[in-house]
């Protein structure tokens, strides 16, 4: 499986970015899975319903399951947060996964940046950010596209991982 990374600060339109690549790039005829690293506490099921019910009361993992989808969900407790190849491990195999977040990992990105934030660009002191997407020009040492040109974020993307 082919990997790239979306990173930037909060607000940045990260997010936005991954949804459109996705579109756009599985509208190529590619297969695409995610990964979003989330730096809190989240849940995806619901207070009350079943599978909430058998995790609180210390189910090590829960799996969801009906005709639509499942969702498998392990609860760390005491252990530390498995690393991205770890995470990478446990996807089908896809034509490219498209990670939001873990900018500390080696992998290859493209920062989202947006100036309104006023958050400093990570790609100064960044070598894995091999491009920038931004609401605003800016001289750099690599490619700078606009934030809302998906299609050529989506063409340097599977470029750079040859597909």
Same mark, same amino acid.
């Given at each position: 499986m082919k990997l790239y990374g !979306?990173?930037?600060y *909060?607000? =940045?339109? *990260?997010?936005?970015?991954?949804?459109? +690549?996705?579109t756009e790039i599985t509208g190529r005829g590619f297969s695409v899975?995610? +990964? *979003?690293?989330? /730096? /809190?506490? &989240?849940? !995806?099921?619901?207070?009350? *319903?079943?599978? /909430?019910?058998h995790r609180v009361a210390g189910a090590h993992q829960v799996l969801l399951a009906s005709g639509a989808r499942w969702a498998l969900m392990t609860e760390l407790r005491d252990t530390a947060e498995p690393p991205l190849d770890d995470l990478l491990g446990r996807l089908d195999p896809v034509d490219l996964v498209l990670v939001e977040g873990y900018k500390r990992d080696g992998h290859a990105k493209v920062e989202a940046y947006r100036a309104v934030t006023?958050?400093?660009l990570i790609a100064r002191d960044d070598i894995t950010i091999r491009a920038v997407a931004s609401d605003t020009p800016m001289d750099m040492d690599r490619p700078v596209f606009?934030?809302?040109?998906? =299609? =050529? !974020?989506?063409? &340097? !993307?599977?470029?750079?991982?040859?597909l």
């Open positions: !979306i990173v930037g *909060k607000n =940045a339109g *990260k997010t936005g970015l991954m949804e459109r +690549l996705v899975s995610t +990964l *979003k690293h989330a /730096h /809190h506490a &989240f849940d !995806i099921d619901q207070p009350g *319903k079943d599978s /909430h019910r006023g958050n400093p606009d934030l809302d040109n998906t =299609a =050529a !974020i989506a063409d &340097f !993307i599977l470029s750079e991982v040859g």
